[in-house]
């Protein structure tokens, strides 16, 4: 399912509800699709964090990120920089 997702070529916003989420699955899910997760607990403000992933959604995002430095690094971290 992740794969797909991933092909797709959709970004995934998640939002977990409740205590009994498949949290793993979620935050994975939302990773590999260049999303954002969101987990709500019991008794916490839901409208909040919904609103936080539509900010989300709607914000420009960076692709094809380069890093130029005056000197040539020794290691870089991470080796691909993804959708920022």
């Known amino acids: 399912m992740i794969r797909d997702a991933r092909n797709s070529g959709h970004r995934i916003f998640t939002v977990g509800v409740g205590s009994a989420v498949t949290e ?3 935050r994975r899910l939302a990773d590999e ?6 987990l ?10 919904i609103h936080r992933q539509f900010e989300r959604m709607y914000a420009p995002r960076a692709q094809e990120v380069t890093v130029s430095c005056p000197i040539e ?6 080796k691909v920089i993804g959708t920022v």
Do not use: K
Request: aromatic share 8%; proline share 8%.
């Open 73 to 78: 690094a020794t290691e870089r971290f991470p």
């Open 24 to 26: 793993t699955f979620l």
């Open 33 to 38: 699709c260049s999303g954002a997760c969101e």
């Open 40 to 49: 709500v607990s019991p008794n916490e403000e839901m409208a909040r964090r």
